[in-house]
Nanobody, 134 residues
Framework: QVQLVESGGGSAQSTGSLRLSCAVS????????MGWFRQAPGKEREGVAA????????????VKGRFTVSQGTDSQDNAKNNLTLELNSLKPEDTAIYYC???????????????????????WGQGTQVTVSS
C-alpha cells in the first residue's frame, strides 16, 4: 500500500525559507513521477514542482529559481523514499496547503507528469500548511 506523509510546514516571514518533506512508502522510484501541489483558499489545486524518476524536474513559473524539488531512496529499502521541497525567498502568495503526490508506474504517466496536472497523479498525502506573512 502506497502511503505519503508530509511534514515541515509552518509559518515564515516574507523572504524566509521552509523545507517540506514527504515520506513515501510502498513505492519504488522507477519509471514514474512524484510532485508537490498546493491549494490556497478559494483556488484550484496547482502543480508546484514535479520530478521524474530519471531526475528531470519542472516548476510552476512563479516558483522557478525559488523552490527546489528533490527525491531520494532509503539505501536499505527501495520501497521507502523521500520527496523534498526547499522553499526560499517566500512570498505571501505562497501561502497554501502543500500536498505531495505520486503517479503510477509507466510511460503513460512519465510522458505527461512534468505538466503537473493533478489528474495525472494517483497517490496523495494529507497536506501540510504553509503560511507566509509580509
Amino acid at each position: 500500500q502506497v502511503q505519503l506523509v508530509e511534514s515541515g510546514g509552518g509559518s515564515a516571514q516574507s523572504t524566509g525559507s521552509l523545507r517540506l518533506s514527504c515520506a513515501v512508502s510502498g513505492y519504488t522510484i522507477n519509471n514514474n513521477c512524484m510532485g508537490w501541489f498546493r491549494q490556497a483558499p478559494g483556488k484550484e489545486r496547482e502543480g508546484v514542482a514535479a520530478i521524474r524518476s530519471d531526475g528531470t524536474t519542472s516548476y510552476l513559473d512563479s516558483v522557478k529559481g525559488r523552490f527546489t524539488v528533490s527525491q531520494g531512496t532509503d539505501s536499505q529499502d527501495n520501497a521507502k523514499n523521500n520527496l523534498t521541497l526547499e522553499l526560499n525567498s517566500l512570498k505571501p502568495e505562497d501561502t497554501a496547503i502543500y500536498y505531495c503526490a505520486a503517479t503510477y508506474r509507466g510511460s503513460r504517466w512519465t510522458r505527461v507528469c512534468l505538466d503537473r496536472n493533478k489528474a495525472d497523479f494517483n497517490y496523495w498525502g494529507q497536506g501540510t500548511q504553509v503560511t507566509v506573512s509580509s
